[in-house]
Every structure is written in C-alpha cells, then in structure tokens.
C-alpha cells in the first residue's frame, strides 16, 4: 500500500457542551482521510453539537458532522475531488459525480444546512463557501465568527 503524502492545511474538532464552545486539534491525517476524520469527531462525545473544520492545502474546506445515521458534509468547491482524495471521498459519500475537468467553476457541494442548528443558515454559508476571493482559514473563521466560537477557534489556531 503507498504512503500519502502529507496534506498542508488543519484539521479542528468543534464542541458545543453546556452551552460553552471547545476546539481542539485533529490530527493531521484527517486531511488525508474523510473516514479518518469522521472516526475521530465520532469519538467525541458530547450532548451538544460537535463538527469537523477541515481547511485543505489553501484549496478548499469541508465540514464534517457525525451523527447516528451517516456523516453531513459539506464541501466547499466540488472542483477540488478532481485534485484531492479527502474531497473525492466527500463526492462519494455524497453519491455526486465530480464536475468535468473543463469546467472551472466553483461551488459548494453536500448540506447546506449542516451548521443552521448553531446559527449558521444555509444561505449565509452558500455565500461564505462562494467567496472565491477568500482562503479556506478566513472562511472557516467567518464561520466559527457567526456561530460564536471564533475566538476560540482563533487561539486554537495560534496554537498549531
């Protein structure tokens, strides 16, 4: 079996427990790996809220909820599982076919919805994950802004 080679970008777990946010670190093979990074949210327990930022190669981010009947994703350029594994695994999770290697545009492929529980609605994060202009950080820290945990996310990320 190859070895894959490292994947630039983080990977942050996500709790809301009591009404109080915590991020912590993923490890780095979470980025190379959906079902590495489903495995290990999974293993968070908690009562509240708990998701996956994962920010790829200053590409593209995904995000990665778990729950009893499957994983949400969201994937924030469905381009980027003609280049990457973790986003060609999204694809597949999702049963959408990649865009054809011509097509060069840029959009956001799986729920929506998947953070409107923490006060993020789908149409503010369609428009997040649509700022082409924007890093995946700087959209994943407009994301941890509006659902209240940005300053957490922020020291965790001075921290890695």
Same mark, same amino acid.
């Given at each position: 079996m190859a070895?894959?080679?490292? =994947?630039?970008?983080?990977?942050?777990?996500?709790?809301?427990?009591? /009404?109080?946010?915590?991020?912590?670190? *993923?490890?780095?093979?979470?980025?190379?790996?959906?079902?590495?990074? %489903?495995?290990?949210?999974?293993?968070?327990?908690?009562?509240?809220? =708990?998701? /996956?930022l994962l920010a790829v190669d200053d590409e593209f981010f995904v995000i990665v909820r778990p729950s009893p009947r499957g994983p949400s994703l969201l994937l924030s350029d469905a381009a980027a599982a003609l280049d990457y594994?973790?986003?060609?695994?999204? *694809?597949?999770?999702?049963?959408?076919?990649?865009?054809?290697?011509?097509?060069?545009? %840029?959009w956001p492929e799986g729920d929506l919805d998947i953070l409107s529980d923490v006060g993020l609605p789908a149409p503010e994060l369609e428009v997040i994950a649509s700022e082409v202009d924007l890093?995946?950080?700087?959209?994943?820290?407009?994301?941890?802004?509006?659902? /209240?945990? /940005?300053d957490q996310y922020t020291a965790l990320l001075d921290e890695i």
């Open positions: 070895v894959k080679e490292p =994947v630039a970008g983080f990977a942050v777990a996500v709790v809301r427990e009591d /009404g109080r946010w915590r991020c912590s670190a *993923l490890d780095g093979d979470a980025l190379n790996s959906l079902d590495t990074a %489903i495995t290990a949210l999974a293993k968070m327990r908690s009562t509240g809220a =708990v998701f /996956g594994d973790i986003a060609a695994d999204v *694809l597949d999770l999702l049963r959408v076919d990649p865009p054809d290697e011509e097509d060069e545009s %840029i890093y995946p950080d700087e959209q994943l820290q407009m994301i941890a802004q509006r659902c /209240g945990f /940005g």
